[in-house]
Nanobody, 124 residues
């Protein structure tokens, strides 16, 4: 059993920054962040291998977002810079993902556990 709790969401102006954190209990494996805007499907944002030595990003956030993890503290973070209004969504932490296959890690169905989500709102 894995329990995930996200924090760090909020309201920020376009061009600003936010840092999301996800505290996990249990074995987490590959971890990822997804987001879901109203009326849209949940979409992949970023993933990180259990060892922390491999990461992958959606094209829409590449060079603006950075995913990292601290396995001693069992946390994964998402540093979000240069935020845009289109980044507005509920952000979800996911754990117990698949082997680090670029197709598999982008699918929500590949993950066994999810957090409750944290709202990020970017105003223009």
């Amino acid at each position: 059993q894995v329990h995930l709790v996200e924090s760090g969401g909020g309201l920020v102006q376009a061009g600003g920054s936010l840092r999301l954190s996800c505290a996990a209990s249990g074995r987490t494996g590959t971890m990822a962040w997804f987001r879901q805007a109203p009326g849209k499907e949940r979409e992949f944002v970023a993933a990180i291998r259990w060892s922390g030595d491999s990461t992958y990003y959606a094209d829409s956030v590449k060079s603006r977002f950075t995913i990292s993890r601290d396995n001693r503290k069992n946390t994964v973070n998402l540093q979000m810079n240069s935020l845009k209004p289109e980044d507005t969504a509920v952000y979800y932490c996911a754990a117990q993902g698949p082997i680090f296959n670029l197709k598999l890690i982008q699918s929500p169905r590949s993950y066994g556990y999810w957090g409750q989500g944290t709202q990020v709102t970017v105003s223009s």
